[in-house]
């Protein structure tokens, strides 16, 4: 009897370790909640056993052989390849150097926004410290935090596959002036693009600064005309790159956890009983903290920057779920599982920074050509996210560190909707900057590339935009059309 009890508990230990296996290393079921009856486990474990230890951690799968090859997706796969994608390009050195992969691998520059490489000796270089948007807003961290308020300051990071694919484009479109006004190219699998917020550890109490991934920079507040080198703190990052049957790029972000508190759509304010970086303790209510004042260079009610929403998951006043083109109740939880997840089983610095949400398009079904086409067909559609819209995953992704003041492009925070939210797609369509040729019509300025703005920079650096070079690339069957266009 004792020994057929023994093989009972065994099996039965046995079962449950393969579960819990299974449960971590599922990929492909499609755990959409809001649809079916099943109740959700207190955490939601999306990710793989086999990123871990993080010192081995390998590079996600991402072509022909990844979970985005099949022709139908799951909301989990995108989590998964920011996440592991995340954990990959922070990779250490050794147990000795702790440099993230992305700051030492050979296959990954810093560059300028004309995609100049800046430092080729892997050095870390500081030199822009203005947002997009915003009338070119500076994020200013709260005194109250670290003693001292200081400036947050950026870099761009792209790998050479991405890098090459640009070069070449462009010289394609410089040499076959037709590929401008219509092109049809979109980045391979692969591509990548990266951008990271720093704050001097001036800014950081002395007592929280090991819960940071800290470095040397040359930093320089006078635009590149002097350097002084001083340790610097990582607190944010956007990790961007394609997959398979995605050419529009999966746009996912990460956040330290001490910068700011969420908004509270439940009680209508944001909070915090201690100081943030970027949010003094007390609270706000509406707009006024992620709201730029151009005159003062802060938000209107200074210091108190906060997430608008929850890993970019829209809710509407009361606290419920937005009824959008994407299951917010799915994407909330495999994102708020998988962070808890990965938490558990990271022992270094990078468990201290948490995963705020990704947004991509729903291409299943659609081959090569019908992505890029449809890339280009929306437009600045694209970042649409009312129910039948393309957009899918956190639909008002967003990064406190580098969007604080354009989470919304609302100025009362009651008139939110899924009918304007703001997201990465908001400034990343495939549609051309407008000013560059406002008398366009709308198919001579779409293209699967335009959704970089490295990419826009870099074209308009080589061949420039002005409307008399553009002049001279069209052909008279274009111009016909063109005229017909104006005059319609």
């Known amino acids: 009897m004792k020994n057929k009890f023994s093989l009972l508990t065994l099996a039965a230990i046995a079962v449950f370790v393969l579960f819990v296996f299974?449960?971590?290393n599922s990929s492909g079921a499609n755990k959409d909640y809001l649809s079916s009856n099943i109740t959700l486990p207190t955490t939601l474990c999306i990710a793989n056993p086999s990123w871990f230890p993080h010192s081995q951690t390998p590079p996600?799968?991402?072509?022909?052989?990844?979970?985005?090859?099949?022709?139908?997706?799951?909301?989990?796969i995108f989590h998964q390849w920011s996440w592991q994608k995340f954990l990959w390009l922070t990779k250490p050195a050794s147990e000795r150097d702790n440099t993230p992969l992305f700051l030492r691998d050979k296959e990954i520059d810093q560059i300028d926004t004309l995609m100049n490489i800046i430092s080729p000796d892997k050095k870390l270089v500081l030199n822009g410290y203005t947002q997009a948007g915003s009338d070119h807003a500076m994020l200013k961290t709260n005194p109250g935090y670290g003693g001292k308020s200081d400036t947050v300051y950026y870099s761009i990071h792209m790998n050479r596959e991405m890098y090459k694919h640009t070069v070449r484009f462009t010289n394609i479109i410089k040499s076959d002036t037709s590929r401008y006004l219509d092109n049809t190219f979109a980045f391979p699998v692969g591509s990548l693009e990266l951008k990271a917020a720093w704050v001097s550890v001036d800014a950081i109490p002395a007592f929280k600064q090991r819960l940071y991934y800290i470095t040397t920079a040359s930093i320089s507040g006078d635009k590149g005309k002097t350097y002084t080198n001083k340790r610097v703190a990582l607190i944010g990052m956007h990790i961007v790159g394609?997959?398979?049957?995605?050419p529009e790029f999966i746009w996912a972000t990460f956040e330290h956890d001490d910068i700011a508190p969420n908004y509270n759509w439940k009680d209508n304010l944001a909070e915090s009983k201690s100081e943030k970086l970027l949010f003094k303790s007390g609270s706000t209510s509406g707009i006024d903290g992620i709201d730029f004042n151009t005159v003062t260079k802060y938000g209107k009610d200074p210091y108190h920057v906060f997430d608008l929403f929850q890993y970019g998951v829209p809710r509407q006043k009361g606290g419920a779920f937005m009824e959008t083109?994407?299951?917010?109740e799915v994407n909330f939880n495999n994102i708020d599982g998988i962070n808890k997840c990965v938490k558990e089983n990271l022992k270094d610095v990078w468990k201290n920074y948490f995963y705020n949400g990704s947004i991509w398009l729903d291409m299943d079904g659609k081959d090569a050509a019908q992505q890029k086409d449809l890339i280009c067909r929306l437009g600045k559609d694209i970042q649409k996210a009312t129910p039948g819209s393309y957009a899918r995953g956190?639909?008002?992704?967003?990064?406190?560190?580098?969007?604080?003041?354009t989470q919304t492009f609302k100025k009362d925070i009651n008139n939110i909707n899924a009918g304007n939210l703001a997201n990465c797609f908001s400034c990343h369509s495939g549609t051309i900057k407008k000013d560059s040729d406002p008398d366009l019509p709308p198919q001579y300025y779409r293209s699967p590339l335009y959704v970089s703005h490295i990419f826009q920079g870099y074209l308009q650096e080589q061949i420039g935009y002005s409307k008399a070079k553009i002049e001279q690339f069209r052909t008279a069957e274009e111009k016909q059309i063109l005229f017909d266009f104006k005059n319609k």
């Not at 394609?242 to 995605?246: G, L, S």
């Not at 083109?325 to 917010?328: E, T």
């Open 60 to 76: 996600p799968e991402e072509g022909k052989n990844s979970p985005f090859a099949k022709t139908t997706s799951t909301n989990e």
């Open 22 to 24: 299974i449960r971590c």
């Open 394 to 405: 956190s639909l008002n992704c967003s990064n406190v560190t580098m969007e604080s003041f």
């Open 242 to 246: 394609v997959v398979e049957n995605h």
């Open 325 to 328: 083109s994407s299951s917010g």
